[in-house]
């Protein structure tokens, strides 16, 4: 058995260099790259999916790229898309929040 | 990662977690080969010859270069993308340890082998302190270090070194991170061709990748690697049993060590002076010398820190954005007079640059690579 296992810091100890002279710039580069990271993942995940509907159920790239989402499967997407537009703006959420809506209380 | 070898020690990533760190790999190889240069030309073309036209003359020290290109667009946008790039390798490599943290931890028990069918040997000081060059700041920015323990007997830390080195150099050290213990073994053969080592000390190990060259290289040598973080030692130990390498690792502060006098043929290390400080630095070479023969060889091999004034400030990178705080020193650090200072005679000491004929990577932040290798050769017979 193993014992408990403490979860590792998220960040590394250490000065952390600030390389814009505003500071949410280097956070902006930083969600750039996160963004950049996780679609090369997500277009990974699409190309192992296209090949095993090809190679196990026939499956052509054509049928793929000439796929018409009924109504259903469009509000479907139509919810996901506005869910990751509610995630990526969060910190602008945030800002209006601390800054404009309840200015009053960090000025 | 092409070519890099799979072992009982490493995590096994899933779909996703492999895609992550393939991008890593990807986004590093494209900021090193194809983004950081232009960094080359921004200076030659737009910031000395403005710096010129301001002071009459070429800027000569780096801070004057700091000065000016920390505050060019270009070469901001490189240092944020880089900076990340390093925190997502990270991240990249933890995810899948995080996920078979306990296996892992099993394997390098042990598992069915025994006492009797181990090669090498594990020595552990819990009272070890870990010095403040180690302690102050996670260096490479890999979080927790090198030295921290998150549960008991744990070898995270090495796991996730092994796979981060990996990932860092873009394949580049080798199918088992073996670059740098094969350059200075090539340095060996090359230039010290009848030197046949009984023992052998390995500075700084860490995960043994480059301990475990030697000892193939010397079998009938007793192979030692000491370092001051358990994690990676347990895991160097299991790694080194799962290659079939005989090593004794211990866990020691090289600025002082419990071996015997004279008791060493070889004492090498592999990029490890410039993690450390400037007082250790002398501590560490003085341990040299007691630790040598007569007739013995210490061989510390460290990257360029840069010929030019630009290539010195690119180098630099790494110590004020990727936690290596004490690089910036040894940029100007005088190594042979610091030996001196440890003990060696003039004529016992030299700075030696090598490029082996084999392969070497090209390092991420410079124009000419080679490597700079500081030799030791105490007197005595042989």
Not at chain 2, 23 to 50: C, D
Not at chain 2, 63 to 85: C, G, H, K, N, V
Not at chain 2, 253 to 275: K, M, P, Q, R, Y
Request: proline share 6%.
């Amino acid at each position: 058995m193993t014992d408990p296992i403490q979860p590792p810091p998220e960040f590394p100890k250490g000065h952390r260099p600030q390389v814009f002279s505003e500071p949410a710039i280097d956070q902006l580069y930083d969600g750039y790259v996160i963004l950049g990271t996780e679609l090369a993942v997500a277009f990974d995940r699409i190309d192992t999916l296209e090949r095993l509907l090809q190679e196990r159920l026939g499956v052509t790239l054509a049928e793929i790229d000439g796929y018409k989402p009924n109504e259903a499967v469009d509000a479907e997407r139509q919810a996901r898309r506005a869910e990751l537009a509610q995630r990526l703006l969060r910190p602008f959420r945030e800002f209006r929040d601390d800054r404009i809506t309840r200015g009053s209380r960090k000025g | 990662m092409k070519g890099f070898k799979q072992h009982a020690l490493l995590p096994t990533p899933q779909h996703d977690e492999q895609a992550r760190q393939d991008f890593v790999g990807a986004l590093r190889g494209h900021l090193s080969g194809r983004v950081m240069p232009g960094n080359y030309q921004l200076f030659e073309r737009r910031v000395a010859p403005r710096f010129a036209a301001e002071h009459g003359r070429p800027p000569g020290e780096e801070q004057e270069i700091r000065d000016w290109m920390t505050r060019e667009p270009y070469y901001q946008f490189w240092s944020a993308l880089q900076r990340r790039s390093q925190e997502l390798l990270w991240e990249s490599v933890i995810d899948p340890t995080e996920r078979e943290w306990s296996e892992l931890i099993q394997r390098a028990r042990g598992g069915k082998s025994t006492k009797a069918s181990k090669r090498g040997s594990l020595r552990l000081n819990p009272s070890l302190t870990v010095p403040r060059y180690h302690a102050a700041a996670d260096i490479h920015l890999q979080p927790g270090g090198y030295h921290t323990d998150f549960t008991s007997d744990d070898i995270a830390a090495g796991a996730i070194y092994d796979k981060g080195i990996n990932l860092y150099m873009g394949g580049a050290l080798g199918s088992e991170n073996d670059l740098m213990g094969n350059t200075l073994l090539a340095y060996l053969r090359e230039r010290h061709p009848s030197h046949q080592p009984k023992r052998i000390l390995d500075l700084g190990c860490a995960i043994g990748n480059s301990t475990v060259v030697w000892a193939r290289a010397f079998p009938k040598a007793e192979v030692h690697g000491i370092d001051i973080g358990a994690p990676v030692l347990r895991y160097a130990h299991a790694r080194a049993e799962a290659l079939g390498a005989a090593v004794h690792f211990s866990q020691q502060n090289a600025e002082g060590t419990d071996f015997a006098d004279e008791s060493f043929d070889l004492v090498i290390s592999h990029i490890v002076l410039h993690e450390t400080s400037k007082s250790a630095l002398v501590r560490i070479l003085a341990e040299c010398r007691r630790l040598l023969k007569p007739g013995g060889l210490m061989l510390h091999l460290e990257i360029p820190r840069g010929r030019t004034p630009i290539e010195k400030f690119m180098h630099n990178w790494e110590s004020y954005n990727n936690n290596e705080t004490f690089s910036r020193y040894m940029t100007r650090i005088d190594l042979p007079a610091e030996a001196r200072k440890a003990g060696f005679a003039a004529d016992e000491i030299s700075l030696e640059e090598f490029v082996p004929k084999m392969d070497v990577a090209q390092m991420n932040y410079t124009q000419h690579f080679f490597w700079k290798i500081l030799v030791g050769h105490k007197h005595g017979a042989a």
